[in-house]
């Protein structure tokens, strides 16, 4: 035996080579880096060929042969395990000293050589030939011995065989456990002594060499983290454990830093055969990644939620597809809503229903291109109140630029909008109220200058006509003068009519102008126009013809109105004759009367027009109907269409000033193609209709009947008394009701009773017609008032039996209301009271017969058309009359004042003083002075009221104003 100390100076490496067993030293890539003698003998190669080279390449063998697959799997399981392993029979064939290769047979023995660290570096391979053992138990099979040891050896390589296939199984399940994943651990005992280790375990502890080791001594720097007891605990109580995501710090060597992993692992403990703990099975993968991807990704979103919830707007996030995913707390608190998940079909009811098809469109859009998302959207309140939001989303996208989320934020812009909306309807309204209040002041103003236009020309036409007038005057009153001193020449006389009719045809014209100018003398009476339609009905077939169809239409119990009856068939029948001739004889005429309320509204439109009752007529044809310019100037004067001769552009002219003239207005629809209508209202009468005879349109008729005027005013019954003698009347006059009533109780006879409505005295008119009535039951009663609302009339109506005159009254008028109440009473049967003959007294005739020889009649007058003026006088002499004749005013109040004078014939438009002005003047000093006033037009404004008063108009008939004048004048006796 060696000493210690001798042996340390004992040279090894001599030793080995000295060694009679072949040794060969493999690196951990299985290169040959030493052997010794033997080995080179055995192998019978050099140190040179064998160094630094791969064992399979200088000893190649297959590995999938089976020495190839034993020395293999042999150095995988001394390099994984780091224990020794052992290979009892290897068969390989060798080259012998002849060059032939010799089947041989091997045991040998891999024995691992480490470094100070304790990790492998090599593997020394000791090989021994077992070759001649092999042959010899091989051989011994012969004899009955022998028999035993052919069975053995074959039992031998069976088991070896299985060994084999074992080891293959065995290498097959280490390269698993050593290529997993995962890390794995294989602990035994109480102590957890690492036995079974994987590439990935090594790599998360940082250590190699940790077989055989316990945990504690391998793995100090897990120390005081709870795994070594949690070991003990497995292995104590033998329930496993599993961690998800455990931390841990590790720090396998001083000089690098501590590190920080998260693991998922398991400890499963082993049972032996017996049940008992025997190890720990270590399992589990290494999630530090993971867990810093989740970790980052949660701060992210804490981050994002905590912002999200600070905003005060709704935050919302969604799914790539767009689903609703998140939403912060504004929304629930807006909403209503209480649980996300739960409220599932409530959150999708916060639309709109009317938004919802648009922001449908809207996010398939967006997901589509991939794009920001802007939309407006109405989301419903807890309370249910929709207000306006704006929604925006914008995609977050990954790497691969694909959605991975939807951020999206509603901002409540309702006050916004509602502003908005406010604004533009009050601009739409500013813009509506615009337009309106300007169509109405076009309008107006459009109708203002109609009018204003009509007055113009009403006003020029009607100077026209009365300049005309003077001129007619002149020629005509020259042709009559002519016509004396012609008398007997036929030609002369044939020429001077010729001339006269040519005078009477301008005088035509003249008057139809001066009633467009308003200025004709109108006889209105209470009418009811359903009565004169009827009349006109066979006037109306035969001016339009056969192939024209008349249809009228009367509204049921149609008002009275007050009309010049005449007028109204004159401007009827103008109206026809203009629809027939816009429907060129064919067609249909369509005439209609009814009431109307004309109110504020219509009114309004207008400035010709007052609020009230009204009758219409209207004129409707199926013509040609009249385009926009021509409607506007169709009652201009001489305004027509119409070629020349056939129309002379006075008929609607005349029609609008008559209308006018009498109140009431006139309007006129039409449309190119669509025919006329034509209306016509006229003011509403309260009176009852003035019946009106057969002889209505002839001369007024008189009488010799009795009549008894009662009239307070002295003029007014002056005038009426003469008017009443002029017609023939015997008339009795009384100036007050009780002076009346004393006449009819005088028994003086009495055919009709006139008196006023409204006079002084203890007596009512009323009265004094009933105590007459008493007395001679068929005496007829007119009553005659500047008013209609009093003590005659009630309820709008007249009493029965009631016939009144409203003043001012024409002489027609008067002569008819009279003419008819005296017929009236005549037939009217005998109310039956005894006839008590009266007391008669008779009274002395109001108009007294003129005595002793007369003085000539002293005219002055007056006239500023020195031509007329010098005619009419020479007229007026002829006729027996002096005549103080005057130019202007000036010379008449001069002559006036130093001549006799019975009556003033006076122009009327006179340059310094009208005749009205000259004739009031006058009656200053000649109270009773009669007047005639000649004149162009057809009324003289301010006269009404004045007594003793007529007109004439120019141009006039010498005749008729010596007659005139020869009835107005009391003549004065000579002496
Ligand atoms: P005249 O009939 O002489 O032409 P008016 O004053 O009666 O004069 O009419 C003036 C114009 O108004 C006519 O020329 C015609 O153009 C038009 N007019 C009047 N009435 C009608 C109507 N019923 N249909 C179509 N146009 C009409
Ligand atoms: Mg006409």
């Excluded at 499963?268 to 399992?283: A, E, H, N, T």
């Excluded at 009811?349 to 998302?373: K, Q």
């Excluded at 109220?433 to 109405?440: D, F, K, L, M, S």
Aim: aromatic share 6%; glycine share 8%.
């Amino acid at each position: 035996m060696f000493r210690l100390t001798e042996l340390s100076e004992i040279d090894l490496n001599q030793l080995f080579n000295l060694s009679p067993n072949p040794y060969v030293i493999l690196d951990r890539e299985l290169r040959l880096v030493g052997m010794n003698d033997a080995y080179l003998a055995v192998t019978g190669r050099s140190r040179q060929e064998l160094l630094g080279r791969n064992m399979f390449d200088v000893f190649p063998s297959e590995p999938a042969s089976v020495p190839g697959r034993l020395l293999r799997q042999s150095f995988a399981k001394v390099l994984s395990t780091g224990g020794v392993d052992h290979l009892p029979l290897l068969p390989y064939p060798i080259q012998g000293p002849d060059g032939e290769l010799e089947d041989r047979y091997w045991s040998a023995t891999h024995t691992p050589i480490k470094d100070e660290a304790g990790k492998l570096v090599f593997i020394l391979q000791h090989t021994v030939d077992v070759t001649e053992l092999h042959l010899l138990r091989s051989r011994s099979a012969g004899d009955a011995g022998l028999q035993f040891h052919t069975d053995l050896m074959r039992r031998a390589d069976a088991v070896q065989g299985q060994n084999v296939a074992l080891g293959e199984e065995r290498e097959y399940l280490r390269m698993l456990f050593e290529q997993a994943p995962g890390f794995m651990a294989v602990l035994r005992g109480p102590e957890h002594v690492f036995s079974i280790v994987n590439r990935s375990y090594r790599t998360i502890v940082g250590r190699e060499d940790l077989i055989g080791k316990t945990v504690r001594e391998a793995l100090p720097d897990i120390a005081g983290q709870g795994f070594y007891e949690l070991l003990d605990e497995v292995y104590r109580t033998g329930t496993p454990y599993s961690a998800v995501g455990a931390r841990v710090v590790l720090q396998p060597s001083e000089s690098v830093p501590p590190e920080e992993r998260f693991l998922d692992f398991v400890y499963q403990p082993i049972r032996d055969r017996d049940g008992l703990v025997s190890g720990i099975f270590v399992q589990g993968q290494d999630v530090t990644e993971l867990r810093r991807a989740q970790e980052a990704a949660r701060e992210n979103e804490d981050r994002f939620r905590t912002l999200a919830q600070s905003l005060p707007t709704h935050v919302w996030t969604a799914t790539p597809d767009g689903r609703m995913q998140w939403c912060n707390d504004q929304i629930f608190t807006y909403s209503g809503l209480e649980s996300f998940y739960f409220d599932r079909e409530r959150r999708s009811e916060m639309l709109h229903p009317d938004d919802s098809p648009r922001i449908a469109a809207a996010w398939g859009e967006a997901i589509r291109v991939g794009g920001r998302l802007e939309t407006e959207i109405r989301l419903r309140r807890h309370d249910g109140v929709y207000r306006w939001f704006i929604s925006r989303a914008v995609p977050i996208k990954n790497a691969e630029g694909e959605i991975t989320l939807w951020v999206a934020t509603n901002t409540d812009i309702d006050e916004q909008k509602q502003t908005e909306s406010e604004l533009s309807s009050l601009a739409e309204t500013l813009g509506h109220r615009v337009e309106e209040r300007t169509i109405e002041l076009e309008r107006t103003q459009e109708v203002l200058r109609q009018s204003q236009k009509m007055e113009a020309i009403g006003n020029l036409a009607g100077g026209i006509a009365h300049d005309f007038n003077n001129l007619l005057q002149v020629i005509t009153g020259n042709l009559q003068l002519l016509g004396r001193e012609f008398a007997g020449n036929e030609v002369a006389e044939r020429r001077l009519n010729s001339a006269l009719a040519g005078a009477s045809r301008g005088a035509r014209l003249a008057s139809q102008l001066l009633a467009f100018g308003r200025r004709q003398p109108l006889s209105p009476k209470v009418i009811n126009l359903s009565r004169l339609i009827r009349e006109m009905d066979h006037l109306l077939r035969r001016s339009l013809g056969e192939a024209i169809e008349i249809d009228t239409i009367v509204g049921g119990g149609l008002w009275n109105t007050l009309v010049d009856p005449s007028n109204v068939e004159n401007a009827l029948l103008n109206l026809a004759i203009n629809a027939r001739d816009a429907m060129n004889g064919q067609g249909k005429l369509t005439i209609e009367l009814g009431n109307v309320f004309l109110d504020d509204e219509y009114a309004r439109h207008a400035f010709d027009i007052d609020v009230g009752k009204y009758v219409m007529l209207a004129v409707t044809d199926t013509g040609t109907g009249m385009t926009a310019d021509i409607l506007d100037k169709v009652f201009d004067p001489f305004f027509t269409t119409k070629p020349e001769g056939k129309g002379t552009g006075l008929g609607l002219s005349m029609v609008y000033g008559f209308v006018k003239q009498s109140g009431g207005h006139i309007r006129i629809y039409s449309e190119p193609g669509n025919g006329t209508t034509v209306r016509i209202y006229l003011p509403r009468s309260m009176e009852d209709e003035d019946l009106v005879g057969e002889n209505a349109s002839g001369a007024a008729l008189g009488g010799d009947e009795t009549i008894l005027v009662v009239e307070d005013d002295e003029a007014v019954r002056e005038i009426t008394v003469s008017l009443l003698a002029e017609l023939g009347y015997r008339v009795l006059r009384a100036k007050d009701a009780d002076s009346g009533l004393a006449i009819v109780e005088s028994g003086v006879p009495i055919d009709c009773l006139f008196t006023d409505v409204v006079m002084p005295g203890r007596l009512k008119s009323s009265d004094l017609a009933k105590r007459a009535k008493e007395r001679l039951p068929h005496l007829g009663v007119l009553f005659t008032s500047g008013y209609t609302e009093n003590s005659i009339v009630h309820g709008g109506r007249l009493d029965p039996g009631v016939n009144l005159l409203s003043k001012p009254y024409t002489r027609e008028t008067l002569a008819r209301k009279i003419r008819q109440v005296i017929d009236q009473s005549r037939q009217a049967p005998s109310p039956g009271l005894p006839e008590s003959p009266p007391e008669i007294t008779p009274v002395q005739p109001a108009v007294e017969q003129p005595s002793a020889p007369d003085l000539p009649i002293a005219v002055l007058l007056v006239e500023d058309e020195a031509l007329i003026r010098i005619s009419t006088a020479d007229f007026l002499q002829d006729a027996g009359m002096t005549v103080v004749e005057a130019g202007s005013a000036a010379e008449a109040l001069a002559a006036g004042g130093s001549q006799t004078i019975d009556i003033l014939v006076t122009d009327v438009h006179l340059p310094e003083m009208s005749g009205l002005q000259l004739a009031l003047k006058l009656r200053e000093t000649l109270t009773d002075l009669p007047v005639i006033f000649a004149t162009g037009d057809r009324n003289v404004p301010g006269s009404e009221e004045l007594g003793r008063t007529a007109l004439i108009t120019k141009p006039y008939d010498y005749e008729l104003l010596t007659t005139r004048i020869r009835s107005m004048v009391t003549p004065r006796s000579g002496g």
